[in-house]
């Protein structure tokens, strides 16, 4: 089954034009949308808060396909939004984002839509109120000419490619490759380590409730702990 993902949102992200895009995106792709959700509450409720959303997306079964026409309808942060995309992978669901062309499926994991859940999080920090004092927000990244290479960066490193190799094939500088992928931490994101993190930093929110994300850790026991 193939599924339009809606969600309304507050600018100029409405209903009908994401229906649109989701239905030219599906033209080119020769797919057919055979159902819709469309997921009512507001853009600022929290994942936890969104219960027609969640019987939604544990209702999926391997196989079916979810287009979206942007990343930010599946979550209001990174965190959300991993768990989200990791609910639907590990159970052999594919994501479509049809802003981007995108086509993410568990073969292809998180590191195809990495590029669009880190400038997630920047277009976030550029959100937060600024300080009294001169200076970029606090947790707010510049640009890099590497954004582009993101998705070569990271196949390079799951491939166990050195630093100095990749700089080599994309013809740029060493140190400068080596600064960009410390200061983004993509090596810890290989490992899962920022993954489990992210994790557990949601868990905490929905502790109570952890069915919700269903790659997360078994249920908390009596006591609060989890399995793992």
Not at 13 to 38: H, K, N, P, T, W
Not at 189 to 217: F, G, N
Request: charged share 30%; net charge neutral; hydrophobic share 40%.
């Amino acid at each position: 089954m193939t599924y339009a993902l809606i969600r309304q949102l507050s600018g100029e992200a409405s209903l009908l034009s994401q229906r649109a895009a989701i239905l030219a995106y599906a033209g080119e792709q020769d797919m057919v949308i055979e159902s819709e959700f469309i997921d009512f509450e507001p853009g600022d409720r929290p994942l936890r808060e969104r219960e027609p959303f969640q019987d939604f997306l544990h209702s999926l079964e391997a196989g079916d396909e979810v287009v979206a026409e942007r990343i930010e309808i599946l979550g209001r942060a990174m965190e959300e939004v991993i768990v989200v995309i990791n609910c639907m992978l590990s159970r052999g669901i594919t994501l479509h984002i049809a802003s981007h062309r995108l086509r993410v499926d568990r073969e292809i994991g998180l590191a195809r839509i990495l590029p669009l859940i880190v400038q997630m999080g920047e277009e976030s920090g550029k959100q937060q109120p600024r300080a009294s004092r001169p200076g970029r927000p606090k947790g707010r990244r510049s640009a890099s000419k590497f954004d582009a290479y993101l998705p070569a960066i990271m196949a390079g490193l799951k491939a166990g490619r050195s630093v100095s190799a990749l700089a080599r094939e994309l013809g740029v500088s060493r140190s400068s490759l080596k600064d960009y992928i410390e200061s983004r931490n993509l090596k810890k994101i290989l490992d899962d380590a920022w993954l489990e993190e992210a994790k557990k930093r949601y868990r905490k929110e929905a502790a109570y409730e952890p069915e919700l994300a269903c790659t997360l850790a078994a249920s908390p026991d009596a006591n609060g702990s989890s399995d793992n």
